[in-house]
Protein backbone atom coordinates (compact mmCIF):
# COMPACT_ATOMS: atom_id res chain seq x y z
CA UNK A 1 0.00 0.00 0.00
CA UNK A 2 1.36 3.56 -1.01
CA UNK A 3 0.62 5.89 1.89
CA UNK A 4 0.42 9.27 0.69
CA UNK A 5 -0.18 12.46 1.92
CA UNK A 6 -1.46 15.56 0.59
CA UNK A 7 -0.47 19.81 0.61
CA UNK A 8 -3.10 21.57 -1.50
CA UNK A 9 -5.15 24.41 0.03
CA UNK A 10 -8.22 24.99 -1.80
CA UNK A 11 -10.56 22.85 -0.15
CA UNK A 12 -12.54 20.74 -3.02
CA UNK A 13 -8.96 20.11 -5.29
CA UNK A 14 -7.62 18.01 -1.90
CA UNK A 15 -10.85 16.32 -1.01
CA UNK A 16 -11.04 15.41 -4.31
CA UNK A 17 -7.73 14.44 -4.92
CA UNK A 18 -8.07 11.94 -1.63
CA UNK A 19 -11.18 10.42 -2.78
CA UNK A 20 -9.31 9.43 -6.51
CA UNK A 21 -6.32 8.25 -4.43
CA UNK A 22 -8.33 6.32 -1.66
CA UNK A 23 -10.43 4.71 -4.76
CA UNK A 24 -6.77 3.28 -5.79
CA UNK A 25 -6.62 -0.29 -4.55
CA UNK A 26 -2.75 0.21 -3.65
CA UNK A 27 -3.24 3.60 -2.70
CA UNK A 28 -3.91 5.51 1.11
CA UNK A 29 -4.01 9.01 1.55
CA UNK A 30 -2.53 9.19 5.25
CA UNK A 31 -3.53 12.88 6.01
CA UNK A 32 -3.77 16.21 4.15
CA UNK A 33 -2.94 19.78 4.51
CA UNK A 34 -3.71 23.45 3.51
CA UNK A 35 -0.43 24.72 4.08
CA UNK A 36 2.93 24.59 4.10
CA UNK A 37 3.29 24.52 7.67
CA UNK A 38 0.65 21.96 8.12
CA UNK A 39 2.07 19.87 6.10
CA UNK A 40 5.62 19.99 7.58
CA UNK A 41 4.18 19.05 10.79
CA UNK A 42 2.15 16.10 9.67
CA UNK A 43 5.20 14.78 7.79
CA UNK A 44 6.63 14.89 10.94
CA UNK A 45 4.13 12.57 12.79
CA UNK A 46 2.63 10.48 10.13
CA UNK A 47 5.05 8.66 8.28
CA UNK A 48 4.27 8.64 4.32
CA UNK A 49 5.79 7.48 1.70
CA UNK A 50 4.92 10.13 -0.71
CA UNK A 51 3.73 13.33 0.04
CA UNK A 52 2.03 15.32 -2.76
CA UNK A 53 2.84 19.48 -2.79
CA UNK A 54 0.87 22.23 -4.28
CA UNK A 55 3.60 24.80 -4.68
CA UNK A 56 1.30 28.18 -3.68
CA UNK A 57 -0.10 27.75 -0.88
CA UNK A 58 -0.62 30.52 1.74
CA UNK A 59 1.98 32.19 0.01
CA UNK A 60 3.54 31.73 -3.70
CA UNK A 61 6.02 29.29 -2.56
CA UNK A 62 4.72 27.55 0.41
CA UNK A 63 5.43 24.40 -0.79
CA UNK A 64 8.96 24.82 -2.02
CA UNK A 65 10.34 26.18 1.78
CA UNK A 66 7.84 23.11 2.74
CA UNK A 67 9.92 20.13 1.19
CA UNK A 68 13.20 22.19 1.92
CA UNK A 69 12.20 21.89 5.78
CA UNK A 70 11.40 18.26 5.12
CA UNK A 71 14.42 17.66 3.67
CA UNK A 72 16.36 19.00 5.77
CA UNK A 73 15.05 17.75 8.93
CA UNK A 74 15.89 14.48 7.39
CA UNK A 75 12.08 12.97 7.41
CA UNK A 76 12.13 10.16 5.26
CA UNK A 77 9.32 10.75 2.59
CA UNK A 78 9.38 12.07 -1.54
CA UNK A 79 8.20 14.72 -2.64
CA UNK A 80 6.22 15.29 -5.40
CA UNK A 81 4.94 18.59 -6.17
CA UNK A 82 1.56 18.93 -8.15
CA UNK A 83 0.97 22.42 -9.28
CA UNK A 84 -0.13 24.72 -12.02
CA UNK A 85 2.79 26.36 -11.86
CA UNK A 86 5.42 25.44 -14.99
CA UNK A 87 7.94 27.53 -15.20
CA UNK A 88 11.63 27.07 -16.07
CA UNK A 89 12.47 29.22 -12.59
CA UNK A 90 9.55 27.46 -10.77
CA UNK A 91 10.67 23.97 -11.97
CA UNK A 92 14.27 24.14 -11.30
CA UNK A 93 13.75 26.02 -8.02
CA UNK A 94 11.03 23.15 -7.32
CA UNK A 95 13.50 20.18 -7.98
CA UNK A 96 16.71 21.66 -6.19
CA UNK A 97 14.85 20.64 -2.92
CA UNK A 98 14.86 17.54 -3.67
CA UNK A 99 11.92 16.22 -4.81
CA UNK A 100 11.25 13.60 -6.97
CA UNK A 101 8.68 14.49 -9.34
CA UNK A 102 6.77 17.07 -10.80
CA UNK A 103 3.37 17.21 -12.25
CA UNK A 104 1.29 19.78 -13.45
CA UNK A 105 -2.25 20.33 -12.90
CA UNK A 106 -4.62 19.71 -15.25
CA UNK A 107 -3.18 16.06 -16.63
CA UNK A 108 -5.36 13.01 -16.44
CA UNK A 109 -6.12 11.33 -13.11
CA UNK A 110 -4.19 8.37 -14.61
CA UNK A 111 -1.53 9.96 -15.74
CA UNK A 112 -1.30 11.05 -11.71
CA UNK A 113 -1.62 7.75 -10.27
CA UNK A 114 1.27 6.66 -12.80
CA UNK A 115 3.19 9.38 -11.69
CA UNK A 116 2.90 8.30 -8.34
CA UNK A 117 3.37 4.63 -8.69
CA UNK A 118 6.52 5.66 -10.71
CA UNK A 119 7.87 6.97 -7.76
CA UNK A 120 7.12 4.22 -5.49
CA UNK A 121 8.76 1.59 -7.43
CA UNK A 122 12.05 4.10 -7.05
CA UNK A 123 11.53 5.23 -11.18
CA UNK A 124 10.24 9.15 -11.64
CA UNK A 125 8.63 9.76 -14.99
CA UNK A 126 9.30 13.43 -15.16
CA UNK A 127 6.94 14.66 -18.18
CA UNK A 128 9.18 16.05 -21.00
CA UNK A 129 8.88 19.78 -20.27
CA UNK A 130 10.24 19.02 -16.92
CA UNK A 131 13.13 16.57 -18.09
CA UNK A 132 13.98 19.35 -20.48
CA UNK A 133 14.14 21.70 -17.95
CA UNK A 134 16.45 20.24 -15.58
CA UNK A 135 18.48 18.45 -18.08
CA UNK A 136 19.37 22.03 -19.63
CA UNK A 137 20.31 23.30 -16.38
CA UNK A 138 22.82 20.40 -15.69
CA UNK A 139 24.24 20.84 -19.16
CA UNK A 140 24.71 24.69 -18.18
CA UNK A 141 25.88 23.97 -15.14
CA UNK A 142 28.16 21.32 -16.76
CA UNK A 143 29.85 24.01 -19.26
CA UNK A 144 30.06 26.24 -16.42
CA UNK A 145 32.51 23.74 -14.27
CA UNK A 146 34.45 23.31 -17.45
CA UNK A 147 34.95 26.93 -18.75
CA UNK A 148 35.57 27.80 -14.82
CA UNK A 149 38.34 25.03 -15.03
CA UNK A 150 39.74 26.14 -18.59
CA UNK A 151 40.08 29.70 -17.49
CA UNK A 152 41.24 28.46 -13.83
CA UNK A 153 44.40 26.69 -16.07
CA UNK A 154 45.05 29.76 -18.38
CA UNK A 155 45.35 32.17 -15.30
CA UNK A 156 47.80 30.47 -13.72
CA UNK A 157 49.84 30.08 -17.07
CA UNK A 158 50.21 34.27 -17.38
CA UNK A 159 52.77 36.37 -17.31
CA UNK A 160 53.02 39.30 -14.51
CA UNK A 161 52.65 41.85 -17.68
CA UNK A 162 49.52 39.70 -18.92
CA UNK A 163 47.49 39.78 -15.39
CA UNK A 164 48.22 43.55 -15.49
CA UNK A 165 46.78 43.58 -19.18
CA UNK A 166 43.65 41.79 -17.80
CA UNK A 167 43.09 43.64 -14.70
CA UNK A 168 42.73 46.99 -17.00
CA UNK A 169 40.70 45.58 -19.69
CA UNK A 170 38.48 44.36 -16.58
CA UNK A 171 38.29 48.36 -15.99
CA UNK A 172 37.23 49.09 -19.49
CA UNK A 173 40.47 50.55 -20.15
CA UNK A 174 41.17 51.16 -24.25
CA UNK A 175 44.56 50.44 -25.49
CA UNK A 176 45.86 54.00 -25.98
CA UNK A 177 44.87 54.52 -22.05
CA UNK A 178 46.60 50.74 -20.93
CA UNK A 179 49.43 51.96 -22.70
CA UNK A 180 49.36 55.38 -20.74
CA UNK A 181 49.01 53.86 -17.47
CA UNK A 182 51.81 51.50 -17.86
CA UNK A 183 54.16 54.01 -19.74
CA UNK A 184 54.67 51.58 -23.14
CA UNK A 185 53.54 52.23 -26.34
CA UNK A 186 50.66 51.63 -27.88
CA UNK A 187 51.85 49.38 -30.27
CA UNK A 188 53.76 47.25 -27.45
CA UNK A 189 50.50 46.71 -25.55
CA UNK A 190 48.78 45.59 -28.86
CA UNK A 191 51.51 42.84 -29.12
CA UNK A 192 50.71 41.74 -25.08
CA UNK A 193 47.14 41.92 -26.24
CA UNK A 194 47.66 39.24 -29.03
CA UNK A 195 49.49 36.98 -26.94
CA UNK A 196 46.90 37.31 -24.27
CA UNK A 197 44.19 36.40 -27.08
CA UNK A 198 46.11 33.34 -28.12
CA UNK A 199 46.34 31.94 -24.19
CA UNK A 200 42.86 32.36 -24.12
CA UNK A 201 42.10 30.83 -27.74
CA UNK A 202 40.09 34.37 -28.02
CA UNK A 203 39.71 36.53 -31.17
CA UNK A 204 38.76 39.66 -29.13
CA UNK A 205 39.59 41.22 -25.76
CA UNK A 206 35.90 41.66 -25.05
CA UNK A 207 35.07 37.98 -24.96
CA UNK A 208 37.95 37.49 -22.16
CA UNK A 209 36.37 40.26 -20.03
CA UNK A 210 32.70 39.01 -20.74
CA UNK A 211 33.94 35.23 -19.35
CA UNK A 212 35.69 36.26 -16.51
CA UNK A 213 32.71 38.14 -15.26
CA UNK A 214 30.23 35.22 -16.29
CA UNK A 215 32.36 32.90 -13.90
CA UNK A 216 32.68 35.36 -10.99
CA UNK A 217 36.54 35.73 -11.37
CA UNK A 218 37.09 39.14 -11.82
CA UNK A 219 38.30 39.48 -7.92
CA UNK A 220 41.22 37.33 -9.40
CA UNK A 221 42.63 40.18 -11.46
CA UNK A 222 41.40 43.07 -9.16
CA UNK A 223 42.26 42.58 -5.79
CA UNK A 224 46.27 42.97 -6.78
Not at 99 to 114: Q, R, S, T, W
Not at 159 to 164: K, Q, S
Not at 171 to 199: F, M, N, P, S, Y
Amino acid sequence: MITILIAEDMDLLREDLAELLNAQPDMQVVGMAASGAQIVQLAKSVKSDIILMDIEMESLSAGIIAAETIRDEGIDTRVVYLTAHETEKTILTAMATGAVDYIVKGCPDEEVLEHIRSVYAGRPMLDAKVQEVVLEEYNRLRRSEQSLLFFIHKVSQLTATERELVRLLLQDKKVKEIAAVRCVEVVTVKTQIKGLLHKFGCSRTKEIVQMIRSLNISHLFLDQ
